[in-house]
């Protein structure tokens, strides 16, 4: 990992300037909600922008078709009778190669693929979101819990996750961290933080990993390219994002426009890491 940015207000994020219409209108079910809404007197700005959104998220689903996945644990087995966990892990949990890790809560996810679809026919990045592109923790804790006869089984399932998604943001470039309402959090003495213990880590795990220079900057010299409360109790994690770039819609519609003039010779990473040099906005 080389940059980190936090996303704030998401939402606010109009995506007709990024996308023309003629990208949704491809889509048949984008055409078939549309129309049913014009038909149920439902047209409206705001109901257009949720269904384009949707169409986004999945459109990006729709390039990860789900892998046949060994569900029984058997094919993992060794000999004596235990299991593989780097096997399992490196099944459930491929490290693949992308650009860009997006961090964000659960509740967030749909928009999360939308924004990663942005990134990818906007400024031609590869973007990792951990539900489309894995997706299965769920199955392998169920199948953890029922059939390898472990007390500790759960511990074992986020230890392998953990670690996978621990290498995946040391692999790729470049996190965006969605911070809204539903991921950060302030408590009354106005520290942020978050009630997510998968945030709190991927958070933790960009401040602390050892920051790598992009392939691309090796034949360059640094001196060029330098320009409310819950009703239930929960855990909450004191979280410092101090370490991430703050950037807004308008922010990232600035960089789309550098990117237009610049596109050809200059990598759409190095035109942002160029706009919002570190600490810039912070």
Not at 93 to 98: V, Y
Not at 149 to 157: I, K, R, T
């Amino acid at each position: 990992m080389y940059r980190g940015f936090s996303i704030e207000n998401i939402e606010n994020i109009s995506v007709d300037k990024f996308l023309s219409d003629d990208f949704f209108y491809n889509d048949s079910f984008y055409v078939k909600f549309l129309v049913t809404d014009f038909l149920n007197n439902a047209f409206t700005y705001d109901i257009v922008s949720k269904r384009k959104v949707s169409c986004l998220a999945r459109n990006f689903d729709a390039q990860f078709p789900k892998r046949a996945i060994h569900e029984n644990l058997e094919k993992y087995c060794t000999m004596n009778g235990d299991f593989n966990a780097f096997a399992i892990q490196e099944d459930w949990f491929p490290q693949l190669d992308f650009d860009v890790f997006i961090s964000h809560s659960h509740r967030d996810e749909e928009w999360a693929k939308a924004f990663a679809m942005i990134l990818q026919e906007v400024f031609g990045l590869k973007v990792f979101v951990d539900s489309a592109v894995w997706g299965y923790f769920d199955t392998l804790l169920k199948e953890m819990r029922c059939n390898t006869g472990m007390s500790n089984a759960v511990s074992h399932a986020h230890m392998m996750l953990t670690m996978a998604l621990m290498k995946m943001i040391d692999r790729t470039e470049c996190l965006f961290f969605l911070n809204t309402p539903k991921s950060i959090n302030l408590d009354e003495e106005f520290n942020t933080g978050t009630y997510s213990p998968w945030l709190y880590m991927e958070i933790g795990i960009s401040r602390m990993i050892e920051k790598k220079y992009p392939e691309r900057y090796k034949s360059f010299s640094m001196e060029n390219l330098r320009e409310k409360k819950l009703l239930k109790s929960s855990m909450w994690y004191q979280t410092d994002i101090s370490h991430l770039t703050t950037l807004d819609a308008d922010d990232l519609n600035s960089w789309q426009e550098k990117y237009q003039s610049c596109r050809g010779y200059m990598h759409s990473l190095d035109i942002l890491y160029k706009l919002y040099p570190p600490e810039s906005k912070n």
